[in-house]
C-alpha cells in the first residue's frame, strides 16, 4: 500500500512539474535555499563547539 502511495504522489509531483515549472523552480530554490541554510548553521555550530 505505501508503495503505491509513493508511486501516486511521484507521479502528481511530476505532473505539477510539468504543468506549472515556474513555481515548481521556486519551490525547488526555496527548499535548496533552506538545505544550505541548515548546513551552514550546523557548520558554525560545530566550530563554536571545537573553540
Known amino acids: 500500500m505505501k508503495k503505491v502511495i509513493?508511486?501516486?504522489?511521484?507521479?502528481?509531483?511530476?505532473?505539477?512539474?510539468?504543468?506549472?515549472?515556474?513555481?515548481?523552480?521556486d519551490i525547488t530554490q526555496g527548499i535548496g535555499h533552506g538545505l544550505a541554510e541548515a548546513f551552514r548553521n550546523i557548520g558554525v555550530f560545530l566550530r563554536n563547539l571545537a573553540n
Open 6 to 25: 509513493g508511486w501516486i504522489v511521484l507521479i502528481l509531483v511530476i505532473f505539477y512539474i510539468g504543468t506549472n515549472p515556474g513555481p515548481a523552480a
